[in-house]
């Protein structure tokens, strides 16, 4: 039986104020946490139901040292998902530095919502973005939605935080970004490699952030539309995929 000190532990977790006190997080979810436990992230702490184990014997026998069979109460009790799964770790935390890598960087200003932050992850992996940099106002990492919401992406996707006009300024990369009065997204011509700013939802990109921008880009809405502007997950998504059609 499990016990309520750590049920107690597993739940602050939750805040960030105890994932920065234990420099650990939690991951949810049965193919999550198998993702997780195969690569070279680490585990301080792994629960799973009986049924977790049939398919994933390999990760049982790799962490017998931290594993705990749980019933499916107990499950809820340590689980922070309105409909838990099967398998829940506590995961120990990286330090991500930037890098300079070849091709392209996502640049986020101030993003504050972690269902967006994690869609924002995911969509970077996916049209092929090599790291994430944001500023030190932006939603933590290991926020529990952010990792839910990145569906795994966050585990390959270097991403680091930092003062992101001193960052800027270091740059020679073309520096794009979405404004709401920039070129149109259709007349605009992407370089090979480069850097592309979204910013805070409400307010945009900071006036000292534009300042260093070179590019800014809009995407033009319908003719009738009485929207005043897009997610800024969509609209990342967009540029996204508009750059990596131009690059290829």
């Known amino acids: 039986m499990i016990s309520k000190n750590v049920i107690t532990y597993v739940q602050s977790l939750q805040q960030k104020k105890a994932r920065q006190k234990y420099q650990c997080f939690v991951a949810e979810g049965n193919k999550l946490v198998a993702e997780l436990g195969d690569s070279d992230w680490e585990f301080e702490a792994l629960y799973v139901k009986e049924s977790f184990a ?68 995911r969509s970077a992996a996916w049209f092929g973005f090599s790291q994430i940099v944001c500023s030190l106002d932006t939603v933590e990492l290991y926020n529990p939605k952010v990792i839910q919401g990145s569906m795994g992406a966050f585990a390959t996707m270097p991403i680091h935080y930092t003062d992101l006009a001193n960052y800027l300024s270091l740059q020679k990369l073309e520096i794009y970004a979405a404004v709401l009065d920039g070129k149109p997204l259709r007349k605009t011509t992407f370089s090979k490699e480069g850097i592309l700013v979204l910013g805070n939802e409400g307010n945009g990109i900071r006036p000292e952030i534009l300042r260093l921008v070179s590019n800014g880009i809009t995407i033009e809405k319908a003719k009738d539309s009485k929207v005043e502007s897009l997610n800024v997950a969509v609209a990342a998504a967009i540029l996204m995929n508009a750059v990596t059609q131009a690059i290829n």
């Open 54 to 121: 049939p398919a994933h014997k390999s990760l049982i026998a790799k962490y017998q040292h931290c594993i705990q069979i749980v019933s499916d109460m107990e499950m809820e009790r340590l689980s922070g998902l309105q409909t838990p799964q099967d398998a829940l770790a506590v995961v120990r935390m990286k330090t991500n530095k930037s890098t300079s890598p070849k091709g392209w960087t996502l640049v986020l200003d101030g993003v504050q919502d972690p269902g967006n932050m994690g869609t924002l992850i």
